[in-house]
């Protein structure tokens, strides 16, 4: 069964950087559409971005400019770039399969997340 775990998260000034990274384990990671989501306290979960196998990409209006989507099929890994953060962008990040048309599609068992907090 696939596995992800997410890390890269911590504290971040506003206007600062951060990368996360989501390595899955199994087989078949290069078949999915990959994705990053975000839950911030109080919110309803919103997928932030997703990529496919072969690069084409997706991005939530409110992300668009800031944050660059990545993967590496050979270590089955995806990442999240994330420049300019605002303090709105403060939540746990997960990864998970996705659609490049923005919609959730939540195929595999959800990791631990990633918390990330940036300070305004």
């Known amino acids: 069964q696939e596995q992800l775990v997410e890390s890269g998260g911590g504290l971040v000034q506003a206007g600062g950087s951060l990368r996360l990274s989501c390595a899955a384990s199994?087989?078949?990671?290069?078949?999915?559409?990959m994705g990053w989501y975000r839950q911030a306290p109080g919110k309803e979960r919103e997928f932030v971005a997703a990529?496919?196998?072969?690069?084409?990409?997706y991005y939530t209006d409110s992300v668009k400019g800031r944050f660059t989507i990545s993967r590496d099929n050979a270590k089955n890994t995806v990442y999240l770039q994330k420049n300019s953060l605002k303090h709105e962008d403060t939540a746990i990040y997960y990864c998970?399969?996705?659609?490049?048309?923005?919609?959730?599609?939540?195929?595999?068992?959800w990791g631990q997340g990633t918390q990330v907090t940036v300070s305004s």
């Open positions: 990529i496919n196998y072969s690069g084409s990409t």
């Open positions: 199994g087989r078949i990671f290069s078949s999915y559409i």
């Open positions: 998970n399969t996705g659609g490049l048309n923005g919609r959730e599609i939540v195929a595999l068992p």
